[in-house]
């Protein structure tokens, strides 16, 4: 009766294995074919190749790794009839919960890519970490939850019916000899444990047998979802984690970057040190480049009133975010930390070494404004420990401005309510204020208030092409991103004609791309990672100090306060990680790139931060665009600081929070 019972039980392992490598192949496949781009696979024949043998392998360690455990107890209970009993009523239920999770990750994953161009990282872990039920409205709103649902349900029925009738209505088949038997039991538990560990070699198939191409779509396509969410979380428990570092490391990592150190300094300047300006900096929700390549002035206004401004100020556009969400660039850029979520982590009590501490010590009064709520993150916690002396979100707005509730939406209120307090504040303050504005209105859900007239938009040809499937109306999403560009004009407007002229400097930047923007790498792999940085500085300072203006320079995020020192502070010292004067006259060749965590670009093209990186060169001098051409290998010494930099960042935080020894 064993043999039988076990025969049974591969019979049926056999058939789930096969059903879970056929969600996760689907699934692939299907990415496949919508995000890969017919044009770049050309050549690429032996990749695409690599991509399905090794896909299919990972395939098959999560059927291993998830069906171990019925094996197991099949292989034990079967000895017994009454633990055989229990074992064939929890079967079906083991397989439909395995067949659930496998679905929905698959699904899952595919709208991720959809959205982020990468498949499961630990940006997906901000769903527990953001609004959530802000998180899931949207979701409901923008993707096809129910239908999506169904299809994990129908995934799941499908192999526990099947189980459950074979497990009532199999044949008894005729005893083997028992050493036959053993035999056929190892070749199958070994079948298993192969499948498991997705290999027979010395190591498993591991993150980097995932590095198929040097195409990236294809290295996204190759892990499962189930794999990359366990990449993922193991990356999510190690941004965490902080230790103690040396100082010869971080001196080794200076000298591969070719960074003196990771200080700067402004220079001596009477009109500043008598008449420090304000500042504000408005980090802007989905403020991307990808979006702003669609802007037509006659037909698809998607500037409005910002547009002269980005004509008559300065713009940098070959300028980068340094991550690909709100938190983890908020993070970046105010706190000077890689990790995402440093401000409700173990070191959220930590006082770090801050942009809001060098504006402190210079005699400026912080202010952070966001329409949101900051309870988001634990920001409003967090701010003032790393020197915010003010922190107004959506409650302190409804108390200015009662009338803005009627457009409360899941993120929080309008932009223009955060602007009309900022102007408000620079009105009223007789010490110079460092303003910092997070927004949200661009923003599943994209609504506009009802007072808002938009300028005229068009679905062009060009942006058609580029809009991923979704429910939300295409209309809605342009007239959002048009307001919260106009909003931010109409600001820059007021404080123009106001006496704040000649005193206020004014930067704002994107957070991340904008969503919901299909890309075609290679391409346009600088496009959907950019973001602009716009600067104002009144005519006075610029008269008084040396600076030139080249709208090809290349820069991210790391550059933005190192630039606002040198033209709001006199004499100051700053904690420069690697960021430069982007309007200095002698460009800092060291530090003349910019860098996302999966791009560095700099005079020359972009290098895609693959193991080990590749290289695209720019397709024209003044593009934002790549060539297609065949990558360039990239030189040793240029990949050793690519790699050096994110090592940096990692190594200064891990300072400020568990300190350094020799």
Do not use: C
């Not at 695409?48 to 043998?53: A, D, E, N």
């Not at 007072?451 to 058609?464: F, G, H, V």
């Amino acid at each position: 009766m064993y043999q039988t019972r076990i025969r049974l039980l591969f019979r049926l392992l056999w058939l789930q294995v096969a059903w879970l490598v056929l969600i996760l192949l689907g699934a692939r496949y299907l990415m496949f074919q919508q995000f890969a781009d017919p044009q770049t696979l050309v050549g690429q024949a032996d990749d695409v190749r690599r991509m399905w043998v090794t896909g299919i392998r990972y395939d098959l360690r999560i059927a291993g790794m998830a069906l171990a455990p019925l094996l197991l107890s099949g292989l034990l209970l079967a000895a017994w009839h009454n633990s055989w009993q229990v074992w064939r009523r929890l079967a079906p239920l083991f397989i439909a919960l395995v067949s659930l999770i496998v679905a929905a990750a698959a699904i899952g994953n595919f709208y991720y890519y959809q959205t982020y161009h990468h498949h499961f990282d630990v940006f997906a872990f901000g769903l527990f970490e953001d609004d959530t039920s802000a998180v899931l409205a949207n979701m409901g709103q923008d993707y096809p939850v129910i239908s999506a649902s169904l299809l994990a349900l129908l995934a799941a029925a499908i192999p526990a019916l099947l189980v459950y009738y074979q497990l009532r209505l199999a044949p008894r088949k005729r005893p083997m000899p028992w050493a036959f038997f053993v035999v056929y039991v190892l070749i199958g538990v070994s079948l298993v444990f192969v499948f498991a560990r997705g290999s027979v070699g010395t190591f498993p198939l591991r993150r980097g047998n995932a590095q198929v191409s040097e195409l990236s779509v294809l290295n996204q396509l190759t892990p499962n979802a189930l794999m990359a969410l366990d990449w993922a979380w193991k990356d999510k428990k190690r941004d965490v984690q902080f230790t103690t570092v040396s100082q010869q490391q971080g001196q080794q990592l200076l000298h591969t970057l070719n960074f003196a150190s990771l200080n700067g300094h402004t220079q001596s300047n009477d009109y500043l040190a008598q008449q420090p300006p304000h500042v504000v900096l408005a980090m802007m929700e989905s403020l991307g480049s990808n979006m702003l390549a669609f802007d037509q002035p006659s037909n698809n206004d998607l500037l409005g009133r910002l547009r002269p401004h980005f004509a008559d100020d300065f713009l940098f556009t070959r300028f980068l975010s340094q991550d690909n969400g709100t938190a983890p660039s908020l993070a970046a850029l105010f706190f000077n930390s890689p990790v995402q979520n440093i401000s409700h982590s173990s070191a959220q009590h930590i006082d770090l070494d801050t942009p809001f501490d060098i504006y402190n010590k210079a005699g400026y009064r912080n202010i952070f404004i966001s329409p949101g709520n900051m309870m988001w993150r634990n920001l409003v916690n967090y701010l003032p420990l790393q020197g915010v002396d003010a922190v107004y979100d959506q409650n302190a707005l409804l108390d200015y401005y009662p009338e803005a509730e009627q457009y409360m939406t899941d993120w929080g209120l309008p932009d223009e309510y955060a602007y009309r307090l900022a102007e408000t504040l620079l009105a009223e303050s007789e010490q110079p204020l460092f303003i910092s504005i997070l927004t949200v209105t661009n923003h599943p859900p994209y609504v506009t208030p009802n007072t808002y007239s938009p300028k005229p938009i068009t679905i062009t040809p060009q942006y058609a092409q580029h809009i991923e499937a979704g429910s939300i109306e295409p209309y809605e999403i342009l007239t959002t991103f048009q307001y919260a560009a106009d909003a931010l004009g109409g600001f820059i407007d007021h404080i123009k004609d106001s006496s704040l002229a000649n005193r206020t400097l004014i930067a704002a930047t994107g957070d991340h791309q904008m969503r919901r923007i299909k890309a075609f790498y290679p391409n346009e792999q600088v496009l959907d990672r950019g973001v602009p940085f716009y600067l104002y500085v009144p005519k006075p300072i610029l008269d008084s100090l040396d600076w030139r203006f080249d709208q090809l320079r290349v820069g991210s995020h790391k550059d933005i306060m190192p630039t606002l020192y040198h033209y709001s502070l006199s004499q100051q010292p700053y904690l420069a990680l690697g960021g430069r004067n982007m309007l200095a006259p002698q460009d800092d060749a060291a530090r003349a790139f910019g860098y996302n965590v999966l791009l560095w670009i700099d005079q020359q093209g972009a290098y895609v931060l693959n193991d080990p990186p590749v290289f695209y060169p720019w397709l024209t001098s003044d593009s934002l665009l790549l060539d297609n051409e065949p990558v360039q290998p990239v030189a040793p010494k240029q990949a050793a600081r690519i790699a050096a930099y994110p090592q940096l960042l990692r190594w200064h935080i891990n300072q400020q929070v568990k300190g350094s020894t020799p």
